[in-house]
Nanobody, 127 residues
Framework: HLQLVESGGGAVQPGGSLRLSCAAS???????????IGWFRQAPGKEREGVAC????????RYADSVKGRFTTSRDNTNNTVYLQMNSLKPEDSAVYYC?????????????????WGQGTQVTVSS
């Protein structure tokens, strides 16, 4: 089955930027080009939150209100990778970030709609 791997997390100061990547770990056996991808985050003691999602062809995207105007998701299906560009980071953006894929090609910020999950990458925003 599809296995996802996130990368690009780390520590950054408030106002800084990071770019997360999501790839299929068993490429070329599995390609992300057929899947929409969602980005989620979970901070300690908080529920998992959907922050962004993108359709398989990259035409449709959705963002949580908390990240609109600061985060952008995009994809390069040629290179089998989906990205989450995070700008103007705030301490409240600190969390483990996950990418996920559903069985169907639809965009959703609800984690119950997703079936395949990566292991997560830590993002810490602190001065």
């Amino acid at each position: 089955h599809l296995q996802l791997v996130e990368s690009g997390g780390g520590a950054v100061q408030p106002g800084g930027s990071l770019r997360l990547s999501c790839a299929a770990s068993r490429a070329p056996l599995f390609t992300l080009a057929y899947y929409s991808i969602g980005w989620f985050r979970q901070a300690p003691g908080k529920e998992r939150e959907g922050v962004a999602c993108i359709s398989s062809n990259g035409v449709s995207t959705r963002y949580a209100d908390s990240v609109k105007g600061r985060f952008t998701t995009s994809r390069d299906n040629t290179n089998n990778t989906v990205y989450l560009q995070m700008n103007s980071l705030k301490p409240e953006d600190s969390a483990v970030y996950y990418c996920a894929a559903p069985f169907g090609d639809y965009v959703s910020l609800h984690d119950n709609d997703y079936d395949y999950w990566g292991q997560g990458t830590q993002v810490t925003v602190s001065s």
